[in-house]
C-alpha cells in the first residue's frame, strides 16, 4: 500500500509561480507517478506524468511552463509550476502505481493510488 500526501498549493497571482510536492510513504520506489487536476464541476484532466525511469508526459495546456520530476532517495514527485494562468486555477492531486515507462494521462484506473489534493488558486 502507497500512501501520497501532497503540499505545497496556494494563491498565486497570473505569471507567478509554485512549486507541488508529492510525498510517499509505503513501498513506492520506482513507482509511475502523474499529476493531475480539477476545477468544481468538471472533470479531473491529466497534467504531466514522470515514468519509472524518469521519462516525462506533458499535457500541452501546461507544457513549457510545467515541470515534473522526482527524487527516488527522498520519495518525492515534484511539479515546478511557472507563468501561471487563472486557468491552471484547480485541485491538484498526485497519482502513482507500479511500474512503466510512461504513464497515461488520463485519471482513470490506470492509477492504483491517489492523493488528498492541494489547491492552486491563480489571480488575474
Known amino acids: 500500500q502507497v500512501q501520497l500526501e501532497e503540499s505545497g498549493g496556494g494563491s498565486v497571482q497570473a505569471g507567478g509561480s509554485l512549486r507541488l510536492s508529492c510525498a510517499a510513504s509505503?513501498?513506492?520506489?520506482?513507482?509511475?507517478m502523474g499529476w493531475f487536476r480539477q476545477e468544481p464541476g468538471k472533470e479531473r484532466e491529466g497534467g504531466a506524468g514522470?515514468?519509472?525511469?524518469?521519462?516525462?508526459i506533458y499535457e500541452d495546456s501546461v507544457k513549457g511552463r510545467f515541470t515534473i520530476s522526482r527524487d527516488d532517495d527522498k520519495n518525492i514527485m515534484y511539479l515546478e509550476m511557472n507563468s501561471l494562468k487563472p486557468e491552471d486555477t484547480a485541485m491538484y492531486y498526485c497519482?502513482?502505481?507500479?511500474?512503466?515507462?510512461?504513464?497515461?494521462?488520463?485519471?482513470?484506473?490506470?492509477?492504483?493510488?491517489w492523493g488528498q489534493g492541494t489547491q492552486v488558486t491563480v489571480s488575474s
Open positions: 514522470i515514468g519509472s525511469t524518469g521519462d516525462v
Open positions: 497519482a502513482a502505481r507500479g511500474y512503466c515507462n510512461l504513464p497515461p494521462l488520463v485519471p482513470g484506473s490506470f492509477f492504483a493510488f
Open positions: 509505503g513501498h513506492s520506489t520506482q513507482y509511475c
